[in-house]
T-cell receptor
Framework: KAGVTQTPRYLIKTRGQQVTLSCSPI?????VSWYQQTPGQGLQFLFE???????NKGNFPGRFSGRQFSNSRSEMNVSTLELGDSALYLC???????????????FGEGSRLTVL | LAKTTQPISMDSYEGQEVNITCSHN???????ITWYQQFPSQGPRFIIQ???TKVTNEVASLFIPADRKSSTLSLPRVSLSDTAVYYC???????????FGGGTRLMVKP
């Protein structure tokens, strides 16, 4: 069974631009969550989707948004990029229904974003 | 809002047992405790999950005291390949966020 696939793996943007990252969960998984990882802040939760609905959202500004499609694939978007948005963005899928049932998460390898 | 605290780093030697403790004082009744391992440039990988007392699988054991305000990940007989960052995750009821600890960087030396 294929794992979680994230695209693109690497990308470079400049301040003020926007970026869209994609995540394809493991087949059959309906819950997808996103995380930002930086050396200074560690792993921080962005948001979680289940059946196309956002169930949980972390403490990030409105520039960070996401969505989930009917096939469970998910995208996240960051608008008006700032230097501090440079990070590894990780997507995880879970067979559960999200929330407290999100125990065993299956992570992709991440999309490394560099903002210049 | 659940918050977790872990040691920033630990050193060990091959063949030793390593115990990493995570504090989660305001864990909610329905929360499970999950541990992950992460190597550089890779996503975290699930190690073990528990709710109370002790859980053991083929790679680790998880000890959770009765008050559930902390948990200890135990890695028996570590090897060099266990050098990684270990994260403690405490799930929170729907409507809040999933909180990872800051991670513990384990260095296993020969």
């Amino acid at each position: 069974k294929a794992g979680v696939t994230q695209t693109p793996r690497y990308l470079i943007k400049t301040r003020g631009q926007q970026v869209t990252l994609s995540c394809s969960p493991i087949s059959g998984h309906r819950s997808v969550s996103w995380y930002q990882q930086t050396p200074g802040q560690g792993l921080q939760f962005l948001f979680e989707y289940f059946s196309e609905t956002q169930r949980n959202k972390g403490n990030f500004p409105g520039r960070f948004s996401g969505r989930q499609f009917s096939n469970s694939r998910s995208e996240m978007n960051v608008s008006t990029l700032e230097l501090g948005d440079s990070a590894l963005y990780l997507c995880a899928s879970s067979p559960g229904q999200g929330g407290t049932d999100t125990g065993e998460l299956f992570f992709g390898e991440g999309s490394r974003l560099t903002v210049l | 809002l659940a918050k977790t605290t872990q040691p920033i780093s630990m050193d060990s030697y091959e063949g030793q047992e390593v115990n990493i403790t995570c504090s989660h004082n305001n864990i909610a009744t329905n929360d499970y405790i999950t541990w992950y391992q992460q190597f550089p440039s890779q996503g975290p990988r699930f190690i073990i999950q528990g709710y109370k007392t002790k859980v053991t699988n083929e790679v680790a054991s998880l000890f959770i005291p009765a008050d559930r305000k902390s948990s200890t990940l135990s890695l028996p007989r570590v090897s060099l390949s266990d050098t990684a960052v270990y994260y403690c995750l405490v799930g929170v009821d729907a409507g809040n966020m999933l909180t990872f600890g800051g991670g513990t960087r384990l260095m296993v030396k020969p």
